[in-house]
């Protein structure tokens, strides 16, 4: 069975290699009929053989791998179509751009932009039609998995609309309390389901059954905690022959913070310039619409719980907290200006707060920053919320690219502590480009409705 599951995904994996492979010859094209002829004219000592052509070829290939790799476009089946399209499509951009500049570079001036632009729109009709016949033929070759949940005292409701809205790769078929004892469980995991989902269940019952179902090649889908977020970014040691994890006491070293830092200026300054003629043009619209003030200043909480004012466009009314309490944005939010509607969609709302990064009160990435009053709402029923803190605040993050707007508070923890812990150079680079990706994507603005207040008041203890 196993086996035949390999076999399966490896045909998988082909087909998305070979989506890479018709996107190069789409660029081979208009290299050799094109710009090769341009620039061996322009530049009589470059005249390429053989090997030099397949030398081009292959740094462009190497090229769309790395970012269409690093924003998902090889996860068939795991990324919705539409997703799985955006995701090649940023790549496609990234790396004809770069490409364009570097053959510029070679022909030591601006080459003619049309065909890498005719080759781009191509491009883009190929991942589209290819990303549909990869999804067809995923969802012939893996139907969705019935699943079977077991769940604790929590309400099932959320997870539940969850796998809901991916029925094409996952269907619950089956629940089951954990206070119906772990014998019954297990008669009923057995043979019956293609994989199992734990929920929110006492550690000592969750281990017991994750055992179970590894020792009969059951798949699990696990909903981690706190605890199992901090060893997942622990060092793996050895004291003899005895493995030891560390889970350090802070949270990156020196090395990290200079060299994040240094980043966090580097791009602000860029970004700052790049952005200018934007940002002008948007506080004219604000100041236009009803003469209040451009900026929003309001307080929140960055690294250890310092507080410091952030930066924002106004996007709701002058009198939107008259009453002085803090709330979230809820979706149709009457609060929310048509200006401000606009730039909150496109995220220009936040550009002020690249003012913030230079200043030192943010990061590019970390954590997003909360208002003391929210932090002390969620700390009164989850006082892990404050680990979050470690690190400097964010512009963007973690929760916000895997997340949304409104992802519960327990789940952003998650994320969050999922970043701290596994902190790297390059992940903070990961994050900078993939954060481009969801700047289209509706939901990850979206207000939070009426269930998900209450859930996030319920007073449940997530740990437990």
């Known amino acids: 069975?196993?086996?035949?599951?390999?076999?399966?995904?490896?045909?998988?994996?082909?087909?998305?290699?070979?989506?890479?492979?018709?996107?190069?010859?789409?660029?081979?094209?208009?290299?050799?009929?094109?710009?090769?002829?341009?620039?061996?004219?322009?530049?009589?000592?470059?005249?390429?053989?053989?090997?030099?052509?397949?030398?081009?070829?292959?740094?462009?290939?190497?090229?769309?791998?790395?970012?269409?790799?690093?924003?998902?476009?090889?996860?068939?089946?795991?990324?919705?179509?539409?997703?799985?399209?955006?995701?090649?499509?940023f790549a496609l951009l990234f790396v004809n751009v770069l490409t364009y500049f570097q053959l510029s570079l070679m022909n030591n001036w601006w080459l003619d932009p049309k065909y890498f632009l005719l080759a781009t729109i191509v491009q883009m009709v190929i991942a589209i039609v290819w990303s549909y016949i990869c999804n067809i033929c995923y969802r012939k070759v893996f139907p969705p998995r019935k699943l079977l949940l077991v769940y604790g005292e929590r309400s099932i409701e959320d997870i539940m609309r969850k796998f809901a809205s991916r029925k094409d790769k996952y269907v619950i078929t089956g629940c089951i309390n954990i206070r119906d004892g772990l014998e019954n469980i297990e008669k009923e995991i057995s043979g019956k389901y293609e994989a199992v989902v734990l929920w929110d269940?006492?550690?000592?019952?969750?281990n017991k059954l994750l055992k179970y179902c590894y020792s009969r090649s059951?798949?699990?889908?696990?909903?981690?905690?706190?605890?199992?977020?901090?060893?997942?970014?622990?060092?793996?040691?050895?004291?003899?022959?005895?493995?030891?994890?560390?889970?350090?006491?802070?949270?990156?070293?020196?090395?990290?913070?200079?060299?994040?830092?240094?980043?966090?200026?580097?791009?602000?300054?860029?970004?700052?310039?790049?952005?200018?003629?934007?940002?002008?043009?948007?506080?004219?619209?604000?100041?236009?619409?009803?003469?209040?003030?451009?900026?929003?200043?309001?307080?929140?909480?960055?690294?250890?719980?310092?507080?410091?004012?952030?930066?924002?466009?106004?996007?709701?009314?002058?009198?939107?907290?008259?009453?002085?309490v803090a709330r979230l944005a809820a979706k149709n939010d009457s609060r929310i200006t048509p200006v401000g509607k606009f730039i909150r969609a496109v995220r220009i709302d936040e550009l002020p707060q690249l003012f913030n990064i230079l200043m030192g009160d943010m990061s590019f990435i970390g954590p997003r920053p909360e208002r003391p009053e929210i932090i002390k709402q969620y700390v009164e029923d989850m006082p892990e919320f404050v680990f979050r803190m470690k690190v400097k605040a964010g512009l963007a993050g973690y929760a916000q690219v895997y997340g949304k707007y409104n992802t519960t508070p327990y789940d952003k923890l998650k994320l969050d502590l999922s970043y701290i812990e596994n902190y790297s150079v390059w992940l903070d680079i990961k994050l900078m480009l993939l954060t481009l990706k969801i700047l289209i994507k509706a939901e990850s603005t979206e207000g939070v409705d009426s269930t998900q207040v209450t859930a996030m008041k319920s007073g449940n203890d997530p740990e437990k």
């Open 1 to 89: 069975m196993r086996k035949f599951e390999s076999v399966k995904r490896i045909i998988v994996l082909w087909l998305s290699y070979l989506g890479l492979l018709f996107q190069t010859a789409v660029y081979a094209y208009i290299w050799l009929e094109y710009y090769y002829p341009a620039i061996s004219r322009f530049t009589a000592r470059l005249k390429f053989e053989k090997n030099g052509h397949l030398g081009m070829f292959a740094i462009y290939i190497v090229l769309l791998f790395f970012f269409t790799s690093t924003y998902g476009g090889l996860k068939i089946g795991y990324l919705k179509p539409l997703d799985l399209f955006f995701s090649q499509m």
């Open 201 to 206: 269940i006492p550690t000592e019952e969750r």
């Open 218 to 324: 059951i798949r699990v889908y696990m909903m981690p905690k706190i605890p199992d977020v901090l060893i997942k970014g622990s060092d793996q040691l050895h004291l003899f022959d005895t493995p030891i994890l560390l889970t350090r006491e802070y949270a990156l070293t020196v090395e990290q913070r200079i060299a994040k830092r240094l980043i966090d200026i580097v791009c602000a300054l860029i970004l700052t310039i790049v952005t200018s003629p934007v940002m002008l043009i948007t506080a004219v619209c604000i100041k236009c619409y009803d003469g209040g003030p451009v900026l929003y200043k309001q307080v929140r909480c960055t690294i250890g719980g310092r507080e410091f004012k952030i930066m924002k466009f106004r996007s709701m009314k002058v009198d939107a907290e008259k009453d002085g």
